[in-house]
């Protein structure tokens, strides 16, 4: 990527005329032979990031012992505000979030995982047993899911039960959370969503997951059919291809490494990389 002249400007001034370091008025950039005109960042976003407020880089050789230290910290920290019923409270400073969420993106289902992961790798010795409030957390996403709308009754990755059975399924692992996952993700066949939180992408994640765990072959079919509909799904333009997706009711594009991504997605680079569908 080349910039224009402008593209380092920066009028974003603290009262005390320090400069915040970010763009703020119009610059010009170019990709590749394509123009695109990039504005300034909406003020809300420009008050999250005052210099003051970080820690300078600084030239620290690496050790791992501080890095063991600091992931053996802030895992007891978390075990440490862990709650049977409200699971983790939301920080202070996330004013319009409420404690207790369950999703994978923004609640428990997501730290659980976290933990579990780090101790199984041997990245930390501190562990705690969340079976006995497996179905208390599933309970609770379907209940955050009745806000959903119409996406309510599709599997999303990040925010719906399909994430979490999916944790669950790592921890307690049933015929009867896999196949809730199952539905879920059938469920997204014919959903006009092409991204990772709502749509086939994150779904066909799913799939390479369950693949490891539990009957290969029911979740190697469910996959290929979800990449082929993503790939035939797929524009060529002039620029880069994309996909065009109904979200949230406005047609959006996935452009450049969103769709790389897809792709890569599509193709399952973590698993069944031999496939290669006969379009491509």
């Known amino acids: 990527m080349r910039f224009g002249p402008r593209a380092h400007e920066s009028t974003s001034l603290l009262a005390n005329g320090e400069d915040r370091g970010l763009p703020c008025r119009p610059v010009r950039q170019w990709r590749g032979r394509r123009k695109i005109d990039t504005f300034t960042i909406p003020k809300i976003a420009r008050l999250m990031i005052e210099r003051a407020r970080h820690v300078p880089l600084r030239p620290v050789p690496w050790d791992p012992s501080d890095i063991a230290t600091a992931i053996e910290e802030i895992v007891l920290d978390a075990l440490g505000h862990f709650d049977n019923e409200g699971f983790w409270p939301a920080h202070p400073l996330d004013e319009l979030r409420r404690g207790g969420n369950s999703s994978v993106y923004l609640g428990a289902s997501g730290v659980i995982w976290a933990l579990d992961y780090l101790w199984r790798a041997g990245a930390t010795k501190s562990h705690r047993d969340f079976r006995p409030v497996l179905s208390q957390l599933l309970e609770r996403t379907g209940l955050e899911m009745q806000s959903f709308g119409d996406y309510a009754k599709h599997g999303s990755l990040l925010c719906g039960d399909l994430g979490t059975a999916l944790v669950i399924m790592r921890l307690a692992p049933t ?92 193709r399952g680079d973590r698993g069944w990389r031999q496939r290669r569908l006969a379009r491509r």
């Open 175 to 266: 015929l009867a959370i896999a196949d809730i996952v199952h539905a879920r993700v059938t469920a997204n066949m014919e959903l006009p969503v092409r991204e990772l939180m709502w749509g086939l992408p994150g779904s066909m994640l799913a799939c390479i997951h369950m693949a490891e765990m539990a009957d290969a072959a029911r979740w190697r079919g469910t996959f290929e059919a979800q990449a082929k509909r993503l790939l035939d799904d797929l524009q060529d333009t002039t620029g880069s291809p994309i996909w065009t997706q109904d979200l949230y009711g406005t047609d959006r594009a996935l452009t450049d490494r969103r769709a790389q991504g897809g792709r890569h997605c599509a």
